[in-house]
């Protein structure tokens, strides 16, 4: 049986776009595959972005919620905080004491974010060794992942191996990126791909008024008259509505916009109506959750023990190899 492990920055309330493209397919593959699965909430690497304590709390209770919410089950995966770990941490610093800083110093997502970043702190230059604890840890044999995360897999594969040659021995297992090619890109409310700085999200856990306000003001449409007969391909509102809707009633839309004398005003009525209709149970069970916290610590800590009680054998092996 084969271990797969991967890992969710808790930089937010996760919108449509992750929902759709990264979470669902990822439960559905965890929920019935034959594997064991491990996945977690990658708050320590958060917390090269965000400083305060309220938002980073808040961040990882809505991720948690959300995963659960999209029928994360945990009797099959086991789902914790990272910082919740501390051996992950102490895996880290052996790992930087292995490793070359001219290798850390040329991976692309600190190039990136150096340039792009005010807060250009240390944990940002190291995050591939955490992230290499994060796997290494738990002896993951795949990791899902998108491409931007494959140069952090081949420096847990270096690492460890410089490791295993140190010791003479496969003492840490080497694992393998799986690249999720064919998630579904999902686009926003100005037709670009959804995304969190383009500000062109679905928040789906929004009140049904603050939802509608969403999708009134920010879904992007042009300004054909009610009257006039429209073209729904490509219209960013048409396109969000293709995600939620039964194909029946896609093609009823379609061919309303079609035919004219329907506003791009009603489709987004339409969007909203869909939208809540699809996504009512989810939205329910989320709100649970964030007003019962108390029921995410106790998943979230159970998660935890399973995973310290495998983090604890890997460190075992490694301290003696030191020399500790
Ligand atoms: P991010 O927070 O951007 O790193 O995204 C978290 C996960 O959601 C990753 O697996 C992304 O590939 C996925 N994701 C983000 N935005 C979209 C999108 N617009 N369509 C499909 N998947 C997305
Ligand atoms: N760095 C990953 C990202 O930004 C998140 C992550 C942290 C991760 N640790 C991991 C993913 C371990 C897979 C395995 O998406």
Redesign the pocket.
């Known amino acids: 049986m084969a271990r797969i492990l991967t890992g969710?920055?808790s930089?937010?309330t996760?919108?449509?776009?992750?929902i759709?493209?990264?979470?669902k397919p990822a439960i559905e593959m965890s929920n019935n595959g034959d594997n064991e699965s491990f996945l977690f909430i990658a708050d320590m690497h958060s917390l090269t972005q965000i400083k305060d304590g309220s938002v980073m709390r808040e961040n990882t209770y809505s991720v948690a919620a959300t995963w659960l919410a999209f029928g994360l089950d945990t009797a099959k995966t086991v789902f914790y905080r990272q910082s919740d770990v501390p051996e992950c941490a102490e895996l880290a610093w052996y790992l930087s004491c292995y490793y070359p800083y001219s290798r850390l110093a040329l991976a692309h997502s600190f190039k990136d974010k150096s340039d792009r970043l005010e807060d250009v702190n240390g944990g940002l230059f190291t995050y591939p060794m955490l992230m290499a604890a994060d796997i290494l840890l738990y002896d993951a044999n795949f990791v899902p992942?998108?491409k931007?995360q494959l140069q952090h897999l081949e420096m847990t594969r270096d690492v460890a191996s410089r490791i295993n040659h140190q010791c003479g021995e496969e003492l840490l297992v080497l694992p393998e990126a799986i690249v999720?090619a064919d998630?579904?890109?999902?686009?926003?409310t100005d037709g670009e791909?959804?995304?969190?700085s383009r500000n062109n999200?679905i928040n789906i856990f929004e009140t049904d008024k603050a939802l509608k306000n969403t999708i009134n003001k920010k879904v992007v449409t042009d300004a054909t008259p009610l009257e006039a007969p429209k073209e729904p391909e490509g219209a960013a509102v048409f396109e969000l509505f293709k995600y939620v809707a039964t194909a029946k009633q896609v093609e009823e839309l379609a061919a309303k916009l079609r035919t004219g004398g329907y506003g791009w005003g009603h489709a987004k009525k339409d969007l909203l109506e869909a939208l809540i209709e699809v996504f009512g149970p989810a939205r329910e069970k989320y709100n649970y959750f964030m007003e019962n916290k108390n029921e995410l610590d106790k998943v979230l800590d159970e998660g935890a023990e399973k995973a310290r009680k495998v983090a604890k054998a890997t460190l075992k092996r490694l301290r003696s190899q030191i020399g500790y």
């Open positions: 969710i920055q930089t937010g996760p919108h449509l776009g992750n759709l493209g990264a979470i992942v998108g931007d999720q998630t579904q890109l999902i686009l926003g791909k959804m995304s969190k999200f």
